[in-house]
């Protein structure tokens, strides 16, 4: 158990975190950082928040576990700025879907007070974002990649799939690299292909859509996730999210080609691959 | 209430329609053609089946109303065998989701006995295809698309159009020609999106999609239909479907540009647009 809990930034994953925290007993105490006083008052009449404050320097000194749960993009800035503050052992991970760039930076940052920074990506997510779709229920069962790099101290590696365990969510370590080009090809580059293919039909008079089936639907669903945070988490995870887009405009021409030749064999082909990766995808989950 | 309704074809869609009929009572007796004598036991075991026959000549001579319910490409040759043996006045319809090839073939078929041929999409379906999928739930308040040319008869067409109604179908007219163009872009695109998108992760191993998230199984969730039928409905669509592709790539290209420069507006821009989309996708349904 945790003396205090702290968690930066309770949007629909960190507030998810703090209700599941609270449900199992896992800290004496919760405490959040928001940076709106709106969010931070709406925090403070749940039963999953015991403190609240409004600076990061405030969250350091009052914490033996952080998690960071704010947008890729801001999660070495507050690293950088909660280090100097932090008591020796403190262990801080974070939510973000990108790890390379945020794990190989993190070890450049001084660390006098010894505290220990580990990355985490737990596997759950929706199409909506905030607080008010948060839900302990939301990590129940999902994959959780936790990715130390070589200098990582085993205790404290042990502590953080140690809590992801607890929550009830399914720890896997795995290199910050090897994370980065898995992930860009089963969840980035799904959500880049559900975002084109419905912004590619953004000129269809919108009653239409009433005529479109449960294909159309589930295939963009995604599409709606925030166009900021989708944004800052592709433009991190660059180079192996252009890879998978290669692969899959490769693909796409020798569709296209096929189609175009009537070449109903290589067509077949096609589809069946697709058809067979499909049920392996259904059956893993 | 017709006296003999016919289908043939009974998979997930004819199957479909004769329970409805059945549970319905639209129709003193269903009659069904299949070409495989199991198929033919299995239906006969059932309340939504009256009689059974072998040869499709049986089917037009007892029939008052047909659905021909088979895959795209064997519309036309059913119509074709199937017409010198028609009864005057019988109104044939069909469940092909390709209209223009389908309805302007049909016109050009010798017609001495004065049938009705008037072309239907129900936009209804399933990545399961096969009777043992079938259930009169899944056409219950889906679309269903219409596609009389020219030379329709108003009582006929009023007679499809009934029919689908009677089914708790929403029935809408459409030009055979928009009716491709637009099922192009909301339905076939989307499937060949899944597919490719499913095919070009082939190389992953299949233990690695236990780490996916929702979003990959949505966005993939229609590539699990049949590579057969799929093949066939896409290669009758070509052109429509080649220029939705396009469209498709552009998008895609100009995203690729955006990231591989890393110009975070027009990414954003993309995703934004993609969002818009996904919600007017969303309230349609």
Redesign the interface.
Known sequence: MYNSLSIIGPGLLGASIAMSVYEKKLAKEIHLWARSEHKRNLCLKTDWCDHVHETLEHVAKNSDFIIICTPVDTIIPILKTIAPHLTPGTIVTDVGSVKESICSLAKTIPNNNHFHFIGSHP????EKSGMEHASSTLLKE??C?VTPTEQAETSALEKVTQFWDNLEMQP?LMEPQIHDS?IA???H??????????????D?P???????????????????????L??SI??QN?DP??K??D??????KA??ES??S?D?DN??K????????????????
Do not use: C
């Open positions: 596997m759950a997510g929706s999902a994959t990649i896997v898995l090809k089963i969840s580059l799904p959500h880049i292909v559900a975002s084109i293919l419905a912004a590619s039909l953004s269809i919108t009653e239409q859509f009433a005529y479109s089936g449960g294909g159309l639907k589930d295939t963009t669903r995604v599409a709606g996730g925030s166009p900021s989708w944004q592709i433009s660059a999210i252009l998978s887009i692969q899959f405009e490769h693909t796409l569709f296209k189609l175009a009537q109903l067509l077949h096609i589809l069946n691959e697709g058809q067979l990766t499909r049920k392996a995808i259904e059956k893993s989950n």
